[in-house]
T-cell receptor
Framework: GAVVSQHPSRVICKSGTSVKIECRSL??????MFWYRQFPKQSLMLMAT?????????EQGVEKDKFLINHASLTLSTLTVTSAHPEDSSFYIC???????????FGPGTRLTVL | QQQVKQSPQSLIVQKGGISIINCAYE??????FPWYQQFPGKGPALLIA?????SEKKEGRFTISFNKSAKQFSLHIMDSQPGDSATYFC?????????????FGQGTRLTINP
């Protein structure tokens, strides 16, 4: 149980385009979902926290207009990188938390490369 | 105050040996401490987690030791195997506050030599 999927697993896009990444909890309802980015050989950096039906809460330094997060249902959250640039190239990972539990279950990640 | 400091940055252990990774924190409000294992190109997977009301938790070859007074916790991997070669992250969160965000350590790249 507690499986989280992400789609796509990797995406290559041209500079200036927008890219949408989906995060789904497959076998549980996720009250809270989190979005992280991870640069090579570095730790996970939290970008934002989202609750179903509410606006996402962004961490300091993360541009909310650039990284649009939608948590439309208890099993789906999306991250849209708008007007992507090469510096946005990174590994994006989502996680989901069930109910009031502490455990975060992570998705397999999405490798974004912006040319 | 919100940091979790992890060491070592990298670790090489012989097959069959014990791998030990350490973490330290400052914020005494943290009350949930998970360890995650991450393979290259994959998302982190929860290995084992502990709360401060116990000093040790064991699951198979993985053991967390927790020292509340020292504000330190460690992961021990017994009988380390080449398949354990991965990056390990410790983390901490406050279970009764807000979104229960995880604060991650810097990660330890573990290599088990056959």
């Amino acid at each position: 149980g507690a499986v989280v999927s992400q789609h796509p697993s990797r995406v290559i896009c041209k500079s200036g385009t927008s890219v949408k990444i989906e995060c789904r909890s497959l076998d549980f309802q996720a009250t809270t979902m989190f979005w992280y980015r991870q640069f090579p050989k570095q730790s996970l950096m939290l970008m934002a926290t989202s609750n179903e039906g509410s606006k996402a809460t962004y961490e300091q330094g993360v541009e909310k207009d650039k990284f649009l997060i939608n948590h439309a249902s208890l099993t789906l959250s999306t991250l849209t990188v708008t007007s992507a640039h090469p510096e946005d190239s990174s590994f994006y990972i989502c996680s989901a938390r069930q109910g009031a539990g502490d455990t975060q279950y992570f998705g397999p990640g999405t490798r974004l490369t912006v040319l | 105050q919100q940091q979790v400091k992890q060491s070592p940055q990298s670790l090489i252990v012989q097959k069959g040996g014990i791998s030990i990774i350490n973490c330290a924190y400052e914020n005494t409000a943290f009350d949930y401490f998970p360890w995650y294992q991450q393979f290259p190109g994959k998302g982190p997977a929860l290995l084992i987690a502990i709360r401060p009301d116990v000093s040790e938790k064991k699951e198979g070859r993985f053991t967390i030791s927790f020292n509340k007074s020292a504000k330190q916790f460690s992961l021990h991997i017994m009988d380390s195997q080449p398949g354990d070669s991965a990056t390990y992250f410790c983390a901490a969160s406050m279970s009764r506050q807000g979104a229960q965000k995880l604060v991650f350590g810097q990660g330890t790249r573990l290599t088990i030599n056959p």
